[in-house]
């Protein structure tokens, strides 16, 4: 259960799908904010949830080179 008030989980939620990102992008970074939301997190967990998100982001490369 999440400590985020809906709105906010809801807003992430379509600020995700508008990014053409996977729905476990949106669970990822719910889970951290509801993590920062109930307690102080080091430096470490800050990385940790930061590379968990970062997973999770797909990025697609089409086209070629804009060099000439």
């Known amino acids: 259960m ?3 008030d809906h709105e906010v989980i809801k807003a ?3 600020a995700v799908r508008e990014a053409g990102q ?3 992008v ?3 970074i ?3 904010l509801n993590a920062m939301s109930t307690s102080e997190l ?3 967990d800050e990385q940790g949830y930061l ?4 997973a999770a982001i797909t990025v697609n490369v089409t086209g070629g080179s804009d060099e000439d």
Do not use: F, I, Y
Request: hydrophobic share 30%; proline share 5%; charged share 35%.
């Open 30 to 32: 719910e889970a951290w």
């Open 42 to 44: 080091s430096a470490t």
């Open 12 to 14: 992430v939620q379509e």
């Open 22 to 24: 996977p729905d476990k």
């Open 26 to 28: 949106a669970k990822r």
């Open 2 to 4: 999440s400590n985020l």
């Open 51 to 54: 590379e968990n998100v970062r």
